[in-house]
């Protein structure tokens, strides 16, 4: 449809888990400490109209990959605090941050609907 794609595998790049010590928030707002692929993808995931994730459904929702991959871009892509808005809480996202859309595409190796419904407990 004319769209420009880049794809990017997780189990391909070097993204480090977070260490939740914050300096994304406070002391060098937006901006990782690690120096790792995820500085390649920030601004590429800044500019971006729609995020794309596909992963199989594993125990814990996602495989450890993506799981990483969104750790590491909740607070230097959104802001730290959090606001209610239209009913919902969320971040805001961080000046220069797109607020697209979001998209995930979910497979699952049991073909019934229900295995696709995580307990909640």
Not at 89 to 108: A, D, N, Q, T, Y
Request: include cysteine; charged fraction near 25%.
């Amino acid at each position: 449809m004319g769209a420009d794609v880049e794809l990017f595998y997780t189990k391909k790049l070097q993204i480090r888990p977070c260490q939740g010590e914050f300096d994304c928030a406070i002391k060098t707002p937006g901006e990782c400490f690690q120096k790792d692929d995820m500085k390649m993808l920030y601004p590429k995931l800044a500019d971006a109209d729609i995020w794309v994730f596909a992963s199989p459904v594993y125990v814990s929702g996602v495989t450890g990959p993506m799981k990483n991959l969104w750790d590491r871009m909740l607070i230097p892509m959104g802001e730290p605090h959090v606001v209610f808005r239209n009913g919902r809480s969320r971040h805001p996202m961080r000046e220069g941050v797109k607020s697209g859309k979001i998209v995930l595409v979910s497979s699952c190796g049991y073909w019934e609907t229900e295995n696709f419904n995580l307990p909640i407990e």
